[in-house]
């Protein structure tokens, strides 16, 4: 048998169908969905507030937190210069204010702790006390709501203190017996030997 070459071959399909006739291949396989650029812009707006976000709360807040304190701190040096600049001159301005009350010696004051523990345990007791004051040797003690006696006793009872050399009543006032207002003038010993009394 002899093959005919020139006879057309057809393998089980239409003789009207066309070969293909592309000549390039596309590797890229397509995808099922197409890109949703609504969601994209979603995400964008999202990522654009968190970071806006975080860069007030982390970044210029905090900033703004350490330009404040740093404006406190420079007001309080402002300050602390100004407190040192005025005590610049502290010795000389002490020297002048010696030149006026003179040089007290240690043994000519007292300690002001010392007046405030007799008013404490001489006074108080039995009277009300409603001010104090010291300088120098002298404590002065205003004291109300006492009776004229109990008022004589105090006066006996504080210059019985070792520390005491003096005791005086002044300004006595009262509106009844039971109730004077009075300023006792309490002179102590010098500093040191008031100490000892202690």
């Known amino acids: 048998m002899a093959i005919d070459w020139n006879k057309e071959i057809k393998i089980g399909g239409d003789a009207s169908a066309v070969p293909p006739t592309k000549t390039t291949m596309n590797l890229l396989p397509q995808q099922g969905e197409s890109v949703n650029v ?3 812009v979603l995400l964008g707006l999202l990522a654009l507030a ?8 982390g970044i210029v807040d905090r900033f703004a937190a350490v330009s404040a304190r740093q404006g406190d701190l420079a ?3 402002a300050a602390y ?3 040192k600049g005025k005590l610049v001159d502290y010795d000389e301005v002490q020297a002048e204010y010696r030149s006026f009350v003179g040089n007290a010696s240690d043994d000519e004051t007292i300690d002001a702790l010392l007046a405030m523990e007799l008013v404490a345990q001489a006074v108080e007791p039995s009277a009300t006390v409603t001010a104090v004051g010291a300088r120098d040797t002298l404590v002065t003690v205003n004291v109300k709501d006492i009776s004229l006696d109990n008022l004589g006793r105090l006066a006996d009872t504080i210059k019985a203190q070792p520390m005491v050399s003096d005791v005086a009543v002044t300004k006595a006032a009262n509106s009844d017996e039971a109730n004077v207002t009075a300023m006792l003038q309490i002179t102590l010993n010098g500093g040191s030997d008031s100490k000892k009394g202690k």
Do not use: H, N, P
Request: hydrophobic fraction near 55%; proline fraction near 0%; aromatic fraction near 6%.
């Open 38 to 40: 609504g969601r994209i």
């Open 75 to 77: 007001t309080a040096q």
């Open 81 to 83: 210069d100004e407190v």
């Open 50 to 57: 968190l970071l806006a976000v975080v860069g007030k709360f």
